[in-house]
């Protein structure tokens, strides 16, 4: 048997509209990235249960501390001392400053303890201890 | 003078935006990031050694050693034991505030595993005094 095909519809996708969902798409990208990122130091990151998300990267500052003891901020090694002198820069530039301590498992309080008094003193107060999920 | 400029149809060719427009897509695909770093979240107190009276009772000791054991107000206690004896002592007393203080060789995640116990147990006012 045969089929006559007696319907004309026209088989053909609307791409008139197309440059303006790509437009769309793009500046969503565009919004959302942020082209600085740091390499940082190799850290074995501690886990934790109770876990939050920092809000946007824009407005976080990582700090290295490795198992040797070093602190890198920005891909720049400095000791405990030069701490606030970067930090207050920051601070200075964005009141709302995030700073996520990426500390190595094997790190010495001692030193995070030091980080902690330097923030202080440039009232970056807000403080995340970058951490894995813990699945258990 | 005056030219007599004749009119042709100024058009610009929208055929290869959507090209230019995919080519910049792929791009700031590309480089984008979504992941945001997690962790702890924690405030730390405003500078200046200003000293706020607390009354005995309201303090919980927690002391961690450089081995990473705990010493919650003077007993000897499990890691993880801990969110569920804390969480008992919040309940017991709302002014309830855990004081955690760490020996400077105690590795950062034998404190951060305390931390999160304490998160665990849903305490709000945790302070850290200094290693050193």
């Not at chain 2, 990031?33 to 962790?39: A, L, M, P, R, S």
């Not at chain 2, 450089?66 to 206690?77: A, F, H, R």
Request: aromatic share 6%; net charge neutral; hydrophobic share 40%.
């Amino acid at each position: 048997m045969k089929f006559s095909k007696k319907t004309k519809i026209s088989s053909e996708i609307p791409t008139a509209s197309m440059p303006d969902i790509i437009f769309m798409l793009l500046v969503f990208f565009m919004v959302t990235t942020v082209l600085k990122e740091y390499s940082g130091l190799p850290v074995n990151l501690p886990k934790a249960k109770r876990i939050e998300k920092l809000k946007s990267k824009r407005h976080t500052v990582q700090v290295w501390v490795s198992k040797e003891g070093l602190i890198s901020i920005d891909d720049r090694l400095m000791g405990v001392d030069d701490v606030s002198l970067v930090m207050y820069d920051k601070r200075v530039s964005d009141p709302q400053i995030v700073v996520s301590l990426k500390g190595d498992e094997e790190a010495e309080m001692g030193l995070v303890s030091d980080i902690h008094e330097n923030l202080r003193e440039v009232e970056a107060l807000k403080l995340n201890y970058s951490s894995k999920t813990l699945v258990d | 003078m005056k030219k007599n400029r004749r009119f042709k149809g100024g058009e610009i060719p929208t055929s290869s935006m959507a090209d230019i427009a995919f080519l910049l897509l792929i791009f700031f695909l590309v480089t984008t990031t979504i992941d945001t770093d997690k962790g702890l979240g924690i405030i730390l107190p405003p500078p200046g050694d200003m000293e706020i009276e607390i009354r005995k009772e309201n303090i919980l000791n927690c002391l961690i050693n450089s081995q990473g054991k705990v010493l919650l107000d003077e007993e000897p206690t499990n890691v993880e034991q801990l969110h569920r004896i804390v969480g008992d002592k919040i309940r017991a007393n709302d002014k309830l505030v855990i004081s955690v203080k760490a020996h400077p060789k105690t590795a950062y995640s034998d404190y951060v595993k305390v931390i999160d116990q304490l998160k665990m147990a849903d305490a709000k006012r945790i302070s850290i005094a200094n290693s050193n």
